[in-house]
């Protein structure tokens, strides 16, 4: 029998591919036996813990959760609505393969935050361990509410896509009743005038004193606390605080804001003061001491100037006759101009023009045209226009940052045309001089 091929001098030499089978076999020996593939390995368990309500100081969200490796990062993920501001909640906890973690979130710390009776979050706990792998609860909904008062609720569904209810612990409910009834009428009369429709339910919280409803505002100084009673206050885009023993005009009025900024507010939009409260004074039934306010102070001739009641009043003593002419003014555009073009007035506004932009888009004048026109309207004389002052001769290019303290006319803060050109000029010619090193600098120049 002729001898193999692979037997040489006496020796049998392993074929090649049976050497890579022992030598795959071998590697495998030593490396011990492999565990299951990551994709196998089983995720972190989380298990939301419930919220507890601590109004009006906030809340307190709770989990636990468990995994086979260390747990490194915990988060909260949650949503205010109906705006849909969201944010990320991250609670301290020691890491390790079981833990338990708590985060407040605060409920009255302006102007950081601030969150009002009503308020629904939406949210969900997210974990993940050493190994990459992640695990987070369903997405759940909490209701805030002041819990130091046992509330009724009365609702109707008809005014709004979402309804209206009406939160109360005090009175009966024939009153609450009524309340809705003046909530159909505003929003009716007020959707109509503006030309928006409220899509979100509407919540009214009736407070029966001002003691009671003073924790659910938001915070403010404590001579403001002494010194302002606030009757009623739309506090969110869908919330009003209101007192119930105040007379239904205040309910109108706030539910009426409610409007006004689905009308005319919006991420590039803000309606001035004297539109906003004027519009809302135009929502009551009667604008009561505000008329009288403005009235005395047209016939006195001491009006306040339509631009500087674009903003709120400092002084108290301005507050009804800032009321009452931002009444009187929205009066004046509605009875000469009619309803189109008021509520055109706030869709140009919500699109993102300044008032005066919106107001020349709308009527052909800006808030000097609407001043001179309800001034001549009233029997006042035209409004004083000071002269421009001319600026002194001085020796040397006025630039700004010197002496007053303020830009020169025509600058915006920073440094003067003049001197620009001059430095640019210099580098310049700095850059014929130096060549190609001169040619970077005055880059860094324009």
């Known amino acids: 029998m002729a001898p193999s091929a692979a037997r040489r001098g006496g020796r049998l030499k392993p074929a090649p591919v049976l050497a890579a089978l022992l030598l795959t076999a071998l590697v495998f020996m030593a490396q011990g036996p492999a565990g299951p593939p990551a994709s196998a390995q089983t995720a972190p368990a989380v298990t939301d813990g419930g919220v507890q309500n601590n109004f009006p ?10 995994s086979d490796a260390p747990i490194e990062k915990v988060r909260l993920r949650y949503k205010i609505l109906p705006d849909g501001t969201a944010a990320i909640g991250q609670p301290e906890f020691t890491s390790g393969v079981s833990v338990t973690a708590s985060f407040e979130l605060e409920g009255n710390n302006p102007p950081k935050i601030y969150l009002p009776p009503g308020t629904i979050i939406e949210y969900h706990w997210e974990v993940t361990d050493a190994a990459g792998r992640t695990a987070q ?19 109707i569904s008809d005014i709004t896509p979402g309804g209206v209810t009406i939160y109360y612990y005090s009175g009966s409910e024939d009153d609450a009743r009524a309340m809705l009834s003046v909530a159909a ?4 009369a007020m959707s109509q005038l503006l030309g928006a429709q409220i899509g979100f339910p509407v919540k009214v919280w009736t407070y029966d004193s001002v003691e009671d409803m003073r924790p659910a505002l938001a915070r403010r100084s404590e ?104 009444w009187s003014l929205v009066k004046y555009l509605n009875d000469t101009y009619g309803q189109e073009q008021f509520a055109q007035l706030f869709a140009a506004i919500k699109k993102g023009k300044r008032i005066d932009a919106a107001l020349q888009s709308v009527y052909g004048f800006g808030q000097d045209g609407l001043e001179d026109r309800w001034r ?11 002269e421009p002052t001319q600026p002194q001769a001085t020796q040397t290019p006025a630039v700004s940052g010197g002496g007053s303290g303020r830009p020169a ?32 600098i005055a880059r860094r120049f324009r």
């Open 223 to 326: 001579t403001f606390e002494q010194n302002v009673i606030t009757a009623g206050t739309r506090v969110a885009s869908d919330t009003v605080l209101v007192l119930g023993n105040v007379s239904f005009d205040t309910l109108r009025h706030e539910l009426t804001h409610v409007v006004t900024a689905v009308a005319g507010e919006s991420a590039f939009g803000t309606l001035p003061a004297w539109l906003d409260e004027g519009t809302a004074v135009y929502g009551q039934e009667d604008p009561g001491g505000f008329r009288s306010a403005v009235e005395r102070a047209i016939n006195r001739g001491s009006v306040l100037s339509v631009r500087s009641i674009s903003s709120y009043p400092g002084e108290p003593e301005k507050v009804d006759l800032f009321y009452g002419e931002a």
């Open 185 to 188: 009428q505003t929003f009716t």
């Open 137 to 155: 609860t369903e997405t759940k909904s909490f209701f805030y509410d002041d819990i130091r008062f046992d509330w009724n609720a009365v609702s």
């Open 57 to 66: 100081q906030g809340m307190a969200f709770s989990v636990s959760a468990r």
């Open 376 to 386: 001549a309207a009233n029997g006042l004389p035209q409004r004083e226009t000071p």
């Open 409 to 440: 006319a025509g600058d915006s803060g920073g440094t003067s045309t003049a001197t620009i050109i001059a430095l640019a000029a210099a580098v310049l010619a700095l850059a014929g001089v130096v060549g190609f090193a001169g040619l970077i």
